[in-house]
């Protein structure tokens, strides 16, 4: 099947922070996203930025979509990340 337009979304950085999670000092790997509206596969509108973090100290995956959140202590933390991209 074949679509002339969509929204997509393209990795745009990734960073490793130190944070503090569950009283401990951590690693955690954080991935900025853009999201475009696309015609025939050419990004036209950016619609705005979306987070993912992973802690790998306790295995914890968050994505920034439509069905799941992030918790606003780690969403500020990827905003802070997200703002030299």
């Known amino acids: ?30 991935m900025i996203y853009r ?9 036209l509108i950016p619609l705005g930025k979306r987070y993912s973090i ?3 100290h306790s295995d914890e995956y968050f994505e920034q979509n439509y ?3 992030i918790p606003e202590d780690l969403l500020k933390i990827c905003r802070d990340a997200g703002r030299m991209y």
Do not use: C, D, L
């Open 1 to 30: 099947m074949f679509f002339i337009f969509g929204i997509n979304r393209k990795p745009i950085g990734k960073e490793n922070r130190k944070i503090y999670r569950n009283g401990f000092e951590v690693n955690a790997i954080i």
């Open 67 to 69: 069905f799941s959140k």
């Open 35 to 43: 999201t475009y509206f696309e015609v025939f596969f050419i990004p």
């Open 54 to 56: 992973y802690i790998p």
